[in-house]
């Protein structure tokens, strides 16, 4: 079963997603927790902070994978009948879509890059799906109100491109609005 859960910053969306699987997972079972972020600065160092001490401290039995890139990769790791979480794609793409910026690379600006990284996403998730039981993915809902800044606009394009792609596969389709799940798609 694919599930994607979706909102604003702040919403609730990890919290919400981590209690899901637990759910399903009825904590018999290990939980797999696929980390996209990067600690950037102290914000995100304090984010993902709190995210590993929610885990810790929960009943679940959680194995943790750090991969801000190519999560296809961890393919090979499951059988069928895990449970995963992937926290967040919206890192996920920014870190994809990125890459090698900070050594000067703008390939970010190239349209067959872009279509390089969605493909890349998508065969990621599709194996990812294929090989456990339950597959969660947490996105943010992002807006910009301006479209003038072609950096931002680059990314959002992507993501939403991810995000209606997904929705179109997912089982299940949560948005998450001042910590209260809507299900959009599913129940």
């Given at each position: 079963?694919?599930?994607?859960?979706?909102?604003?910053?702040?919403?609730?969306?990890?919290?919400?997603?981590?209690?899901?699987v637990?759910?399903?997972?009825?904590?018999?079972?290990?939980?797999?927790?696929?980390?996209?972020?990067?600690?950037?600065?102290?914000?995100?160092?304090?984010?993902?902070?709190?995210?590993?001490?929610?885990?810790?401290?929960?009943?679940?039995?959680?194995?943790?994978?750090?991969?801000p890139?190519?999560?296809?990769?961890?393919?090979?790791?499951?059988?069928?009948?895990?449970?995963?979480?992937?926290?967040?794609?919206?890192?996920?793409?920014?870190?994809e879509?990125?890459?090698?910026?900070?050594?000067g690379?703008?390939?970010?600006?190239?349209?067959?890059?872009?279509?390089?990284?969605?493909?890349?996403?998508?065969?990621?998730?599709?194996?990812?799906?294929?090989?456990?039981?339950?597959?969660?993915?947490?996105?943010?809902?992002?807006?910009?109100?301006?479209?003038?800044?072609?950096?931002?606009?680059?990314?959002?394009?992507?993501?939403?491109?991810?995000?209606?792609w997904?929705?179109?596969?997912?089982?299940?389709?949560?948005?998450?609005?001042?910590?209260?799940?809507?299900?959009?798609?599913?129940?």
């Amino acid at each position: 079963m694919l599930v994607f859960v979706t909102g604003g910053v702040r919403s609730g969306k990890s919290s919400w997603a981590e209690q899901y699987v637990r759910k399903a997972s009825r904590n018999e079972k290990n939980i797999h927790y696929v980390a996209t972020a990067v600690q950037t600065d102290d914000e995100m160092k304090k984010r993902i902070l709190d995210h590993q001490k929610r885990r810790e401290t929960s009943k679940a039995k959680w194995v943790n994978w750090e991969k801000p890139r190519d999560i296809k990769s961890l393919a090979s790791h499951f059988s069928g009948s895990e449970i995963v979480l992937l926290d967040c794609l919206t890192n996920l793409v920014n870190n994809e879509l990125f890459f090698g910026v900070e050594n000067g690379d703008e390939r970010w600006k190239d349209a067959n890059h872009h279509q390089y990284v969605f493909q890349s996403i998508q065969q990621g998730i599709e194996k990812l799906y294929e090989r456990t039981s339950l597959f969660v993915i947490v996105s943010n809902e992002v807006v910009y109100d301006s479209f003038n800044n072609e950096v931002l606009f680059a990314y959002m394009k992507l993501l939403g491109k991810c995000h209606q792609w997904i929705i179109q596969k997912a089982d299940i389709a949560v948005k998450m609005e001042f910590g209260v799940p809507v299900f959009m798609k599913g129940k």
